[in-house]
């Protein structure tokens, strides 16, 4: 079948379509939500001025640019004067929204849940009493936030500026710590977030792990790889000739559950099968042998990642 032209175009036209859809199939990977919290309370330091912690810090880890989704919850608010409260929040590489200021008033509000996220319906309101619920960010006057704020350098969201939480923190990278400055404009009234924030930030979860170390039990043959993993998921190793095998050193296992953090993989020889007598052969004969390893990771909700290691193994 030899220069049959006719076949060569359609065969490239195959390979194109099958590049497409590999590359409309990754694009349809949806960006996952992850919920970061600290429930530490944020108290006032007196009737006005920064309220404490300031700033109040989340430390995100385990996720892969770029952001598509930012958004913010403060924990059962109380105030006898909204209004004179204006919180900003901070990216780890310092973009900054002032996402509330000067809402709700000077009627008394307490224990509520706000949630600040642009898709809401409607912005925080000017007036109040203001309820608990979800809004756009809303800032009715300026906010220069007492340093280690941001002093007037942030965005403000409409109606004083024209920022969202998307214009200020998507596409960046989600990882490192955000900090949330909450600062009391007014005297006489006080405040209190009892309940502390958290952000819901949707990423991709992150699939990259490392081998950091690698340790070897050389009178069984036995070699334990030290993977550190982002994410909660699934982890799985094999290779020619090669088993994982359990901490108990029974049950050969294709995969296992994850937390983040580093998981230990054992391997040795297969003691059947062509591939695995070949090692074991190998092994005894020259006390060493080197394989080639796939080691796969899966965080939950996330795609396999999948990379070669090599990896010798010694049996003395
Ligand atoms: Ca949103
Ligand atoms: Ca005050």
Redesign the pocket.
């Known amino acids: 079948m030899r220069g049959s032209r006719g076949n060569a175009p359609r065969a490239r036209n195959l390979v194109l379509t099958l590049a497409v859809s590999a590359a409309a199939l990754l694009a349809a990977v949806p960006a996952k939500a992850a919920v970061f919290s600290n429930p530490a309370p944020i108290v006032?330091r007196g009737?006005?001025g920064p309220m404490i912690p300031y700033p109040s810090t989340i430390q995100v880890s385990g996720l892969t640019p770029p952001v598509s989704d930012v958004n913010i919850t403060l924990n059962q608010l109380s105030s006898t004067?909204p209004s004179?409260l204006g919180l900003v929040l901070v990216a780890p590489a310092g973009q900054a929204l002032m996402f509330m200021r000067a809402v709700g008033s000077g009627d008394d509000v307490s224990g509520l849940t706000l949630t600040f996220d642009d898709e809401a319906a409607t912005p925080a309101p000017v007036l109040g009493p203001l309820a608990g619920g979800t809004y756009k960010p809303a800032a009715y006057a300026e906010g220069a936030f007492t340093a280690p704020g941001p002093g007037l350098l942030h965005g403000n969201a409409a109606p004083e500026g024209i920022d969202t939480l998307a214009s200020r923190f998507d596409g960046i990278d989600p990882n490192g710590s955000w900090r949330l400055f909450v600062e009391?404009?007014?005297?006489?009234?006080?405040?209190t977030i009892a309940g502390g924030w958290s952000l819901d930030i949707a990423a991709p979860f992150s699939n990259s792990f490392s081998v950091d170390r690698v340790k070897r039990k050389k009178k069984k043959g036995i070699v334990i790889l030290f993977v550190t993993v982002p994410n909660p998921g699934q982890i799985g190793v094999r290779g020619n000739g090669i088993k994982p095998i359990e901490a108990s050193g029974a049950t050969a296992r294709a995969s296992r559950s994850v937390t983040p953090g580093t998981v230990k993989l054992k391997i040795k020889a297969k003691k059947k099968g062509r591939k695995g007598r070949r090692l074991r052969r190998r092994l005894n004969r020259k006390g060493k042998a080197r394989r080639k390893l796939e080691i796969s990771y899966t965080p939950t909700g996330g795609t396999t990642n999948t990379e070669k290691h090599r990896v010798k193994l010694i049996k003395k």
């Open positions: 006032p009737d006005e004067y004179e009391d404009f007014d005297s006489s009234d006080m405040g």
